[in-house]
């Protein structure tokens, strides 16, 4: 089943985002190359600028993760019988929990630049009813929730949860009383 490309992956970093990120690689290159060999570009300063250049490149690291998946405008609740995902912009979809029978976790390669598990709903149709990231707001909520019922399979989440692959692993399905 191709789901396509989904709406809310951000993409690739941007030009800004390599330059800053090619500049600090070359700058901090040749800070450990000088102290390694011994060139002192900076005089004794060499580990020293190393290493701040270090703590600069963790914080590079931390803002540019955090970055897409600080405000992360979907959501999903079970409340009142009904299973509700939202992607912040468009009307909420609604799906009667008793019509819920599978659910799918598709993953992708996009790595730490996109959103790569996706959770697919579906009842009787074909089509995905509902569909939310990992970052969703209550994706654990709905975790723990479907956790509790008959046909949740925990290793092919654990398997999901460690792919780095397009792949698609069925972690509910309401016919497979098994669990």
């Known amino acids: ?44 300063y060499d580990k020293s600028a190393a290493a701040l250049l270090a703590i600069v490149g963790y914080l590079l690291v931390v803002r540019f993760r955090t970055r897409g998946s600080v405000r992360c405008p979907w959501t999903v609740a079970v409340t009142d019988g009904e299973i509700v995902t939202s992607d912040g912009q468009s009307a909420p979809r609604q799906l009667p929990v008793a019509d819920l029978r599978r659910v799918i976790i598709a993953t992708d390669d996009s790595g730490p630049w996109g959103d790569d598990v996706l ?20 994706c654990q909520d709905f975790l723990r929730w479907l956790s509790e019922r008959s046909g949740y399979r925990d290793r092919e989440v654990a398997k999901a949860m460690g792919s780095t692959e397009v792949a698609e692993f069925e972690i509910f399905n309401s016919s497979d009383r098994g669990g």
């Open 119 to 138: 959770f697919y709903l579906f009842s009787c149709a074909a089509e995905p009813v509902g569909v939310f990231p990992l970052e969703a707001t209550g």
């Open 1 to 44: 089943m191709d789901h396509g490309k989904a709406p809310w992956t951000p993409g690739q970093p941007s030009a800004y985002y390599r330059i800053i990120v090619g500049v600090w690689l070359a700058v901090f290159g040749s800070l450990l190359l000088s102290a390694y060999n011994g060139w002192r570009i900076l005089g004794s």
